[in-house]
Antibody, heavy 119, light 108 residues
Framework: QVQLVQSGAEVKKPGASVKVSCKVS????????IQWVRQAPGKGLEWVGG????????ITAQRFQGRVTMTEETSTETAFMELGGLKSDDTAVYFC????????????WGQGTMVIVSS | EIVMTQSPATLSVSPGETATLSCRAS??????LAWYQQRPGQVPRLLIY???NRAPGVPARFSGSGSGTDFSLTVSNLQSEDLADYYC??????????FGGGTKVEIK
């Protein structure tokens, strides 16, 4: 049974960077394409970036290009998302998610990581 | 980028009645569409994939339909536990994966 367990909440100042982790269990990271989705308070879901399900190349939403870096550490089965140049409107819950049983439909989700950007 | 538009933004339905949620894509996505349920304070949950296939454990009163650009999610015999936000998402053409803005289902 696949599980994604994320790191804890973060409070950052504007301009700083945050690195969120997503530890995989039940599968190996190389078998999965991890995506990152965020949700600002009271708002909808927004895809940030991840691994292309077809070739595992990194893919990023245009609005985050140059600010987000996604990495994977296979030795610990952990995926990371680092977002730099934080602004107050980056305050959101960040989820990692993946498609295990149904191609490209995200059926497994981490519990979410709250990132607060405040001076 | 494929834009997903959901309507209505809020739907108020009495228990036992039927809720019909709509999702429209700005260009065809075939049947590469998923629906998610997000109860208050919870993580999104996959309900429907391939436009009309229920994920395991999803009650039969949830049904999805449509293809191309127009889709719907129908919740029959609405229960109090169905109070949630519902999102559609296309995975026909990426990047980016795109979600609709969501429909909030309220229980009258």
């Amino acid at each position: 049974q696949v599980q994604l367990v994320q790191s804890g909440a973060e409070v950052k100042k504007p301009g700083a960077s945050v690195k969120v982790s997503c530890k995989v269990s039940g599968y190996t990271l190389t078998e999965l394409s991890i995506q990152w989705v965020r949700q600002a308070p009271g708002k909808g879901l927004e895809w940030v970036g991840g691994s292309d399900p077809e070739d595992d190349a990194p893919i990023t939403a245009q609005r985050f290009q140059g600010r987000v870096t996604m990495t994977e550490e296979t030795s610990t089965e952990t995926a990371f998302m680092e977002l730099g140049g934080l602004k107050s409107d980056d305050t959101a819950v960040y989820f990692c998610t993946t498609d295990v049983h149904y191609p490209v439909a995200f059926d497994i989700w981490g519990q979410g990581t709250m990132v607060i950007v405040s001076s | 980028e494929i834009v997903m538009t959901q309507s209505p933004a809020t739907l108020s339905v009495s228990p036992g009645e039927t809720a019909t949620l709509s999702c429209r894509a700005s260009q065809t996505v075939g049947t590469n569409l998923a629906w998610y349920q997000q109860r208050p304070g919870q993580v999104p949950r996959l309900l429907i994939y391939g436009a009309s296939n229920r994920a395991p454990g999803v009650p039969a009163r949830f049904s999805g339909s449509g293809s191309g650009t127009d889709f719907s999610l129908t919740v029959s015999n609405l229960q109090s536990e169905d109070l949630a936000d519902y999102y559609c998402q296309q995975y026909n053409d990426w990047p980016p994966f795109t979600f609709g803005g969501g429909t909030k289902v309220e229980i009258k």
